[in-house]
């Protein structure tokens, strides 16, 4: 026969199972935060291309001839502007959600949880069930118990998984931050413009011919972009050195998203607004290479048209 004091204390924990689990559905049930975008960042990253030459530069950016033939640098290119296009739709998405979020009513429909949901809370509100029962049956103590379980649900692989993706955080911004120093150090070599064309008297003109200054011109633009194929060339391959160890990194924040299906199936708030913040930390390491590679591609395709339009003078004379 069951003696009356535990007897007492399992109907007593049988009802303060009940009140536990009710507690923690609810938080799981209690309305999220915006969920992580459904993208792999590291395959953003091996989209972008890397300067090798100021010609490689110009050849895949958007041109625009004037009517005197001149050229001019519109953009880089198909494969810049797509990737810029991506980052633009998924900021406004970004965007989109935290307003969508912040008109949204702070609870929301009930979602039905998991087995595996349901086993894991049940296991914590019998835990916490038998803090309470330690603590003598005290209903007060039962109910600050039954406070702190509320948006206890966790899945514990999942918290390992994300500490883990938080901390590669610090190593993939000191690795920026190595990178941009280092690249700050890279110097494109001063050209001189060389000697003045002599002056000429031509009937009413006095001055350096046409072809002198087209020559002189050329060979000044020619040696500016073997200036600037040697600093892109720096550039390149302290990308090459960089990018495998950022990506290296992201690559923990990328396997993190995808095991947790990008917070498909997950309502609670706390755990989706860390999922999206870590996302969020870890797209920093795409837009830093982006705008690394954007702006040297730039710059090539810029020296690179300087000569062409050094090449395309006509001369008379």
Same mark, same amino acid.
């Given at each position: 026969?069951?003696?009356?004091?535990?007897?007492?204390?399992?109907?007593?924990?049988?009802?303060?199972?009940?009140?536990?689990?009710?507690?923690?559905?609810?938080?799981?049930?209690?309305?999220?935060?915006?969920?992580?975008?459904?993208?792999?960042?590291?395959?953003?990253?091996?989209?972008?291309?890397?300067?090798?030459?100021?010609?490689?530069?110009?050849?895949?950016?958007?041109?625009?001839?004037?009517?005197?033939?001149?050229?001019?640098?519109?953009?880089?290119?198909?494969?810049?502007?797509?990737?810029?296009?991506?980052?633009?739709?998924?900021?406004?998405?970004?965007?989109?959600?935290?307003?969508?979020?912040?008109?949204?009513?702070?609870?929301?429909?009930?979602?039905?949880?998991?087995?595996?949901?349901?086993?894991?809370?049940?296991?914590?509100?019998?835990?916490?069930?038998?803090?309470?029962?330690?603590?003598?049956?005290?209903?007060?103590?039962?109910?600050?118990?039954? *406070?702190?379980?509320?948006?206890?649900? !966790?899945?514990? =692989?999942?918290? +390992?998984? $994300?500490?883990?993706? @938080?901390?590669?955080?610090?190593?993939?911004?000191?690795?920026?931050?190595?990178?941009?120093?280092?690249?700050?150090?890279?110097?494109?070599?001063?050209?001189?413009?060389?000697?003045?064309?002599?002056?000429?008297?031509?009937?009413?003109?006095?001055?350096?011919?046409?072809?002198?200054?087209?020559?002189?011109?050329?060979?000044?633009?020619?040696?500016?972009?073997?200036?600037?194929?040697?600093?892109?060339?720096?550039?390149?391959?302290?990308?090459?050195?960089?990018?495998?160890?950022?990506?290296?990194?992201?690559?923990?924040?990328?396997?993190?998203?995808?095991? *947790?299906?990008?917070?498909?199936?997950? !309502?609670?708030? =706390?755990?989706? +607004?860390? $999922?999206?913040?870590? @996302?969020?930390?870890?797209?920093?390491?795409?837009?830093?290479?982006?705008?690394?590679?954007?702006?040297?591609?730039?710059?090539?395709?810029?020296?690179?048209?300087?000569?062409?339009?050094?090449?395309?003078?006509?001369?008379?004379?």
């Amino acid at each position: 026969m069951i003696a009356f004091n535990t007897l007492t204390k399992i109907i007593y924990m049988s009802s303060y199972f009940k009140r536990c689990f009710i507690v923690l559905l609810c938080g799981f049930l209690e309305a999220g935060a915006q969920k992580p975008a459904i993208i792999q960042i590291n395959s953003f990253i091996s989209r972008i291309p890397l300067p090798e030459s100021s010609a490689t530069c110009y050849g895949s950016a958007t041109i625009v001839t004037a009517t005197d033939g001149t050229v001019t640098v519109k953009d880089n290119g198909e494969q810049f502007n797509t990737l810029n296009d991506q980052l633009d739709k998924l900021t406004k998405d970004y965007m989109a959600s935290v307003k969508a979020a912040s008109a949204a009513p702070p609870t929301a429909a009930p979602t039905q949880p998991t087995p595996e949901q349901i086993e894991q809370m049940q296991q914590q509100a019998m835990q916490r069930a038998q803090q309470a029962m330690q603590s003598g049956g005290n209903p007060a103590a039962a109910a600050q118990a039954g *406070a702190q379980t509320k948006h206890t649900y !966790t899945n514990v =692989a999942l918290m +390992q998984e $994300l500490g883990k993706a @938080q901390s590669a955080i610090m190593p993939m911004n000191q690795l920026i931050t190595e990178l941009t120093g280092k690249l700050g150090q890279v110097r494109m070599e001063q050209v001189p413009m060389g000697p003045n064309c002599p002056e000429v008297q031509q009937g009413g003109y006095a001055g350096p011919l046409c072809s002198c200054t087209k020559d002189r011109n050329v060979t000044y633009e020619e040696r500016s972009v073997a200036a600037r194929n040697d600093c892109l060339g720096k550039i390149n391959s302290l990308l090459h050195q960089y990018i495998p160890q950022i990506e290296q990194q992201v690559a923990i924040v990328d396997k993190l998203e995808s095991d *947790a299906k990008f917070g498909e199936g997950i !309502t609670d708030p =706390a755990t989706l +607004q860390m $999922l999206t913040s870590v @996302q969020r930390q870890a797209l920093g390491g795409f837009t830093a290479i982006l705008g690394i590679a954007s702006g040297s591609w730039t710059d090539g395709a810029n020296q690179f048209a300087r000569l062409v339009n050094a090449k395309s003078v006509k001369c008379k004379q």
